[in-house]
Structures are given as structure tokens and as C-alpha cells.
């Protein structure tokens, strides 16, 4: 823990008694580390691995959000609003979090100005560059939406587990009739192949063309 606090010069921002609630939380691929609508009560600052960020419908459809692996706070806005979790978060791959109780946070960190700051910072950063997000997104043509969404969740850019195609159509907002039929587009086209209940890309740089860049992985930098 003590190389991700120099690392990532968080001594600068947070004061001993922060550092002393510090603690390490690992998570394995598919393990909800935050849920939509329940109270918060960590902090989570990521260290390690990649997350994925979706809200739920009331009528229970969900849709992605974002996808991130640098270094990032969550549960920023809900410690500073004093509300439920907002998003859920769940780990990609093994997660690596360096947590803090919301009510040691709010009890060492209201008062101390670099660690308000920087919380302060991250949110503005991301309210800016998620706003809108759903929209946004949603204007993009599903074609652009499922190859950037093969490129998030595959494992070191060439193997898509059948389990990250289970909830696609509707993380992405379509059907899966839709959805399918693109698949097989992107196989007569040698972009991808199907290995049995997973996918494999055979042209990583053309699904990156089609996937603009990735537009889930361009909101927060």
C-alpha cells in the first residue's frame, strides 16, 4: 500500500489520519464493488485492474456508462452529496481499490483543503466529461457501440468471454437480434470470429476504426 500512496503521491492530498484508514480491497472479474441506490460507505480510489460503470432503468434496463483503468476516485460525488450510489461499478478483470470509510472521510477530510480539492477537481472533471453521457452515446449508430464495447471488455485486446456477451444488447441499448446480426457483419468481414460462446478479434486496428476510438474509454482521462 505504501507504493501506491508514493505513486501516486496521495501523501500530498491526504492527511495521516486518511492515510491511517487506508485499506486495500481486491475484487474479481464480475464482483459489483459499488450497487446502484445503496448508501455509500467507502471511498474508492483505483489502483489497479478496470472497471465498468452502468445505471439501471427504473423498468430495469441497464446501460454503459464508461470504462476505466488509470488511476480514478468513485464515490467521490455520493460522499460529497451524502447520497446513495448513484452508478454501479463492476471489476473487468482483478480489481485492485485502496478504500476509506465515508465516515472517516468526511470526519478528516472536510476540513483538510488539498484532500477537498482534489475530490472537488475529480468530480468537475467528470461531470464535464461525462455529461450528457447517455445521450451522447446512444447517438453513435450500434455498430459503433458493440465495437467499442468488444474492445472494453476483451481480455488484452483478442478474447471476448462469452460471459461479457450474455447483457451486451442491452448494456449497449439495443436488441439482440440487432446485435447478432452485426456480430455476423463483423465475422463475414474478418473483424472478429466466434469461438464457440466467445469471440475472438482477428482485426484489432479495423474494430478500433469502426469504434471510433472506443467511445466508452474517451470520457475521463
Do not use: W
Amino acid at each position: 500500500m505504501e507504493y501506491y500512496i508514493k505513486e501516486l503521491s496521495l501523501d500530498r492530498v491526504l492527511n495521516q489520519e486518511l492515510i491511517q484508514a487506508l485499506a486495500m480491497n481486491e475484487y474479481s472479474k464480475g464482483d459489483l464493488i459499488i450497487q446502484q441506490g445503496e448508501n455509500p460507505k467507502y471511498l474508492f480510489f483505483l489502483v489497479g485492474g478496470k472497471i465498468k460503470t452502468y445505471k439501471t432503468s427504473e423498468e430495469g434496463k441497464r446501460l454503459i456508462l464508461s470504462f476505466r483503468e488509470k488511476f480514478d476516485i468513485t464515490g467521490d460525488i455520493e460522499f460529497v452529496q451524502q447520497a446513495p450510489y448513484v452508478n454501479t461499478v463492476e471489476a473487468i478483470n482483478d480489481v485492485k481499490m485502496l478504500t476509506i470509510p465515508i465516515h472517516i472521510a468526511q470526519k478528516y477530510g472536510m476540513n483538510h483543503l488539498p484532500f477537498v480539492q482534489f475530490v472537488l477537481e475529480r468530480i468537475t472533471e467528470k461531470l464535464y466529461a461525462n455529461s450528457n453521457a447517455l445521450t451522447f452515446n446512444l447517438m453513435y449508430p450500434v455498430e459503433v457501440r458493440l465495437c467499442s464495447y468488444l474492445l472494453s471488455v476483451s481480455m488484452d485486446g483478442v478474447t471476448v468471454p462469452a460471459r461479457e456477451l450474455k447483457d451486451a444488447a442491452d448494456l449497449i441499448g439495443t436488441t439482440k437480434r440487432h446485435m447478432n446480426r452485426i456480430i455476423v457483419e463483423l465475422c463475414k468481414e474478418h473483424i472478429i470470429e466466434r469461438e464457440g460462446n466467445a469471440i475472438l478479434i482477428v482485426n484489432y486496428e479495423r474494430l478500433v476504426e469502426l469504434a471510433k476510438n472506443n467511445i466508452y474509454e474517451e470520457r475521463i482521462r
